[in-house]
């Protein structure tokens, strides 16, 4: 695993307490505390923020989700071992403060977190033939007509037919793929979601979310899911549990797997 640059600004107001656990930046660099300008008071504005974002996860938080060792999108036991994530990004009205600032990209976001699921190789790789059956469709129906439109005579015999014959095979085939790749994803994803939540919008932890306040942040494909092998570390939302687990009197829980050898930790 890559390791992280040290949080090592001793001087900042923030140093190793609960808030930069939370806040979860890699680097001091690329805390929003880096863009401090003289006047302002960013270490309290930024502490009021974080306590805010904890105010608006659920009881449980979001960190077990990537945390489990066993799939949290199957929905019967036994479930399949975690080797992936299926990412879903969410956002927050809230805090003002941040969706001002960010009016410029997308108007009404304050904070923005994933969803990362621990996923098994089963629920993964069934999002993925889902996502790829209306291409897939279609081009298996290209590769069986190709022997057709490559030989003389099977063209001969076609065109004798009617001449327009070919073109109208031609669309049939990619169109007619393509809608028929459509009908069976449906099918196949209501058969998906009788033990595996495979509208994630439909889980448990996403439910939760949204009733504070949380909105998926869909794309082209609807709620499909990012699935990467590796979760997102950084960022707010991402922390692990142990971060929200700190008394706001404790420093940083250390995580000895992702600190440098090198790094020293003040007691
Ligand atoms: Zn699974």
Redesign the pocket.
Known sequence: MEKPAAKNNTACALFQSRACAILNSETCESCPLASERPGQNQAELVKENVALFESLLPDEGVAYLFESGT?T??KNEP??SADRFAILDFGHHEPEEIQVRRLLQRSGVGFMMPLQFA??R??GRRFVLSAYLPLLVPTVLTAVMIPLFVSPHLMQLVKSAAVWLPFVLVLLTAGGGYLLGKFLQQRLNRQFEQD?YFDLLSHPASKALMEKGWFPLLDRSGSAPILSRRRIEYGLGNAPSGAYAVKTEDKIPVNTEEIPENREIAD
């Open positions: 799939c999108v199957c479930k399949g996923c098994c089963k629920c595996m």
